[in-house]
């Protein structure tokens, strides 16, 4: 028989740390210091016996770390490796986790000179490249396992590991889409505060100018109501006393610098409180005329604008700015904000509107404040030009007309179902299972904030209860109430994942075949679930869950037993 066989170790590293899990028959582990103040070296010897043990804490943190060194590697191609070099990853600090770049170089520069930090937008991690390898070090001693807190008091806790290079594929430097401009500083702070003071949100909301509480913000009206079920207004019933008077003299001053070419009889305005947004939309071809205005006012915003075919285009608005839409930037891209409470923009002080570009070394995170915005249009009175196929907007031919996309030109096409129960399972399959595994990190970096009606339902539930959240998501309903017993489920094994990395107990199950036995559990809640099934959810499961106290309008089901 062969003597045992002793293969060295070095933790963390990718392969190295596999290997001991991969240890042939005969080879048993011992660990050994190296060095005090780095992490802990293992190798792996006959005796079985260990000249240093690693803590509980240790063993968690090592596993950890391990985990998010193969998140990167499957979810995003990134390859760690297992000697020191100048650059690390950053695992959790990362815009798309909310981490802002000053707070990140406040710890990162605490360990050598920081050459270049890059940040991706959207992503939750970051590259970090420090001058020597030796200062790359040491925040990697330092900073793996460094627990930091969000601008929103939430804490997260950092893991490094070494790359070979800190390298981002950015995209080119993109061009405003045609039409579009963006007028700096076109009112006074002076103006601004008149405008904002002229809107009283505090009236009844049954006055003239039809204040609406919507989804995500509160509106009202001036000189046409805009009816949001089919994005028009009634030409004939315009709203008594027209526009603020305090907006005569600056829409006249905007007409003669040039800025708009109509005088606009109808005005919106929104009131946005931070984390809140508007769907990505197109203002309808045939109610208005081409020229559509937007002032912002309170708040900077990003506004997100994209092509049919594909590309997004970040803009930001600062305070005080006007956005002008003309041509194919009214008509064909659509422009909406992403509901969140903090915008990816440029780091550099003197960028103010225009694009958000992919300079992953000047990204940065801007905490969203209450925005206010006044959007003019003015009402077209005759039909829509879109279908006369030599109409021009003033951006030459290529911009001439849209009847592909225009409203008055669409035609209704009736609804297709899928013929058979396989057909709707592959679209299912397709179109929600494999989505939701693709973008599960990124997905949940944008859940964070739960919904108030089920933290009310929760927190009213008696101690104890055991709890089943079907179709969790990346769990931000299982640790709202300590005193309960929570468990959940998902389709996404990703998402899954991301439930057990903060410690809550999940599994992946089909939400139409749930393994928990009926009866067994005191309360049940399903958030933004039904909706994604092909078929018909069966009587059965329904009335296993849906057979206590009703809570309309925030959410799929929600039940107490009896």
Known sequence: MAAPRRVDVLVPSAASWDRVGEAAEGESTRVVRTQPESRRSIAMDSNHQSNYKLSKTEKKFLRKQIKARHTLLRHEGIETVSYATQSLIVANGGLGNRVSRNQLLQVLEKCGLVDALLMPPNKPYSFVRYKTVEESKKAYDTLNGKEIVDDLGQKIILYLNFVEKAQWKELGLQALPPGLMVIEEIISSEDEKMLLESVNWTEDTDNQNFQKSLKHRTVKHFGYEFHYENNHVDKDKPLPGGLPD???SILE??????????KPDQLTVNQYEPGHGI????????AFEDEIVSLSLGAEIVMDFKHPGGVTVPI???CRSLLVMTGE???LWTHGITPRKFDTVQASRGHKSGIITGDVEDLTLSKRGIRTSFTFRKVRQTPCNCKLPGFSFGFGPAFAC???VCDSQMKETPTSFPESDKEASQLEQEYVHQVYEEIARHFSSTRHTPW???VEFLKALPSGSLVADIGCGNGKYLGINKELYMIGCDHSQNLVDI???KHYQAFVCDALAVPIRSGSCDACISIAVIHHFATAFTPVFKESLWNGDELHGSCDYLSRGA
């Open 402 to 404: 849209y009847p592909l």
């Open 279 to 286: 769907p990505a939309h197109v203002d309808t071809h045939s």
């Open 452 to 454: 108030p009606h089920i």
């Open 329 to 331: 930037s009214r008509y």
């Open 246 to 248: 305090i907006c005569d």
């Open 316 to 318: 930001m608005l600062p």
């Open 253 to 262: 001053k905007w007409l003669k610098e040039g800025f708009i070419k109509h």
């Open 499 to 501: 439930c057990r990395e």
